[in-house]
């Protein structure tokens, strides 16, 4: 939500100095953004990675239970649903992060030669220089084909497993 406020208020026609408070705003967010990568990459990593194994587990003992009881189905049905459902917030929300900043970014770069030149100098490369991504334990950047993977491998091994099983 602050990124597209800030990307709303850089593609209106701003004053030199509406410039500069934007520029330091944008700064202030993607430190805030690095700080909160660092200290939660790994939390998210062990969240996300444990709700693929939930998910996977409650989805197999649905799909592949012989005996069904439909006490035990609700149950399975359920967490699948929770699994699914955190999973989903932690990853959609970090995706639509990185590509709102990455959308900012580049406008604020393209406003470059409207800024002044000391401006250009200092800020910018303090700026422009660190990378500014959600990412799981500094391993993977979180992104829309990152949910579309998961799913994917999911599946896979849900069928593998299911075929070796019978």
Known sequence: MTFSHLLDQL????????????LHRYGKI???????????SLPVFVTITMSMV????????????KHA???????????????LTFQLILMISASMTNEMEKKV????????????????????TEVFTK???LTLWKIYVLDR???????????????LIGTLGN
Do not use: A
């Open 11 to 22: 593609r209106h026609k701003t004053l030199v100095r509406e410039r500069e408070n934007l």
């Open 30 to 40: 993607t430190k805030i953004m690095r700080k909160v990568d660092k200290e939660l």
């Open 54 to 65: 939930g998910l996977f587990w409650s989805g197999y003992r649905l799909s592949f239970q």
């Open 69 to 83: 009881i439909n006490v035990y189905s609700s149950t399975h049905v359920s967490s699948v649903i929770c699994y």
């Open 105 to 124: 970014k580049s406008t604020v770069q393209c406003l470059k030669y409207k800024f002044p030149h000391y401006i250009r100098e200092t800020k910018f």
């Open 131 to 133: 990378e500014n991504n």
């Open 145 to 159: 084909s990152l949910i579309v993977t998961g799913f994917g491998t999911l599946l896979t091994y849900g069928i």
